[in-house]
């Protein structure tokens, strides 16, 4: 079982469980930091599960909680122990957005709308490549083949045949129309796409051009849900140096709002087969 341990969800689950003890001794972050001799924003982090957390935190806060029932603790204890552990991603060395992925990898739902490439998850390896060679200019080849290998590796939740990924992608058409690699390696790029949509659990949308405005204009957004129901839905933003956790209810509201309405404006998914098909023919 420990083996199987998702590091990034236990912490965020231990967090969550932190921060209830918390609120139920009516004491705010500032508080609590001001007890302990550290920053407020060692203990938000540590809330929204953004940081490491040690046994050694869980024993002082429990402290300052007041909480006496050794079993809560020592579960809280074994919690912060698993959530230190090495997720399969770390194999890879050091990956920016690994953060993400482990979310990822423990989502049951993933609603993602690209507006410029076709999605990591639907990717073959010689587009990823591509993709991720345009984005890196500067990176050795060693360093894009790893990089590829991650995405392959995170690609397995859609092929799991026993709780596959339920995963529904708007991409704009633009995706298809931009030349990533060469010819051949768009055309088995959206061959690719083409037969991932006819999985049950996968949706494959395209927001063409003549949609004209839409409430994607903003960029790139994914909305990832979970099984248990203590893991809040969280509203993923890629950015350049650093990237954006959501979990506020408006804010996970207001995206999901933004993407019932892209997928609206979208062709339907057996138009969108077609759609991909004809633009495919063009790169041979």
């Not at 869980?58 to 912060?80: F, H, K, N, P, T």
């Not at 230190?84 to 990822?104: C, K, M, N, T």
């Not at 989502?107 to 507006?115: G, I, N, Q, Y």
């Not at 960029?219 to 979970?226: D, T």
Request: charged content about 25%.
């Amino acid at each position: 079982m420990v083996a199987n341990v998702n590091p990034t969800v236990r912490r965020r689950r231990l967090g969550s469980e932190l921060r209830k003890l918390r609120e139920q001794k009516g004491m705010t972050a500032e508080e609590v930091a001001a007890r302990l001799l550290v920053s407020q924003s060692k203990i938000s982090r540590l809330e929204n599960g953004r940081r490491s957390i040690s046994q050694r935190d869980v024993r002082d806060l429990c402290g300052v909680y007041g909480v006496e029932d050794v079993r809560i603790v020592d579960s809280l204890m074994q919690m912060a122990k698993e959530s230190r552990q090495q997720g399969w991603w770390h194999a890879f060395g050091d990956i920016p957005y690994s953060v993400y992925i482990g979310l990822e990898t423990e989502a049951a739902s993933l609603r993602v709308f690209e507006p410029q490439v076709v999605p990591g998850l639907l990717q073959t390896p010689g587009y990823a490549g591509a993709v991720i060679a345009g984005n890196l200019p500067e990176a050795t080849t060693e360093q894009v083949d790893k990089r590829v290998s991650v995405r392959m590796r995170r690609q397995e939740r859609i092929t799991d045949q026993d709780g596959p990924l339920r995963m529904w992608a708007v991409i704009d058409e633009a995706a298809l129309c931009r030349k990533v690699g060469d010819n051949q390696i768009m055309r088995e790029q959206l061959l690719h796409l083409v037969e991932l949509s006819h999985l049950p659990h996968v949706t494959v949308q395209v927001l063409p051009f003549e949609a004209g405005a839409h409430p994607g204009l903003s960029g790139q957004f994914a909305v990832l849900e979970f099984t248990d129901a203590t893991d809040a839905t969280v509203v993923y933003l890629e950015g350049v140096n650093s990237d954006l956790y959501l979990e506020k209810d408006t804010d996970v509201q207001a995206y999901s709002v933004m993407y019932e309405h892209l997928r609206a404006q979208a062709l339907s998914a057996e138009l969108t087969r077609h759609f991909i098909e004809e633009a495919a023919d063009r790169y041979v």
